[in-house]
């Protein structure tokens, strides 16, 4: 069965650090590239960050110098290193399988995790 699990959410303060992982079964993580994406209350859901199965990188202009993606091939595992979080980061984090990482939109975008909550709050 094809999956991702979403992990490592929770309540952290404002310049607190979190590290969330997306486990992979069902596939191997290297043929294909993963992405981040959040759903914040009332908002629709935003790309986030993207690696390829090249190890190319890209990140949201609201993350780049905070959040880290990266990935374990061998563990079948990808993870999203937050740091410096502040409240507008709350949001339901998803990690997906897409086609490419050209563009860290949803649009290409063919398996779906259930999603790991974090709030940041003090």
């Known amino acids: 069965q094809l999956q991702l699990v979403e992990s490592g959410g929770g309540l952290v303060q404002p310049g607190g650090s979190l590290r969330l992982s997306c486990a992979a079964s069902g596939f191997h993580l290297n043929y294909y590239a993963l992405g981040w994406f959040r759903q914040a209350p009332g908002k629709e859901r935003e790309g986030v960050s993207c690696i390829s199965r090249f190890g190319i990188i890209n990140y949201a202009d609201s993350v780049k110098g905070r959040f880290t993606i990266s990935r374990d091939n061998a563990k079948n595992t990808v993870y999203l290193q937050m740091n410096s979080l502040k409240p507008e980061d709350t949001a339901v984090y998803y990690c997906?399988?897409?086609?490419?990482?050209?563009?860290?939109?949803?649009?290409?975008?063919?398996?779906w995790g259930k999603g790991t909550l974090v709030t940041i709050s003090s």
């Open positions: 997906a399988r897409k086609a490419s990482c050209s563009t860290i939109a949803s649009s290409d975008v063919n398996l």
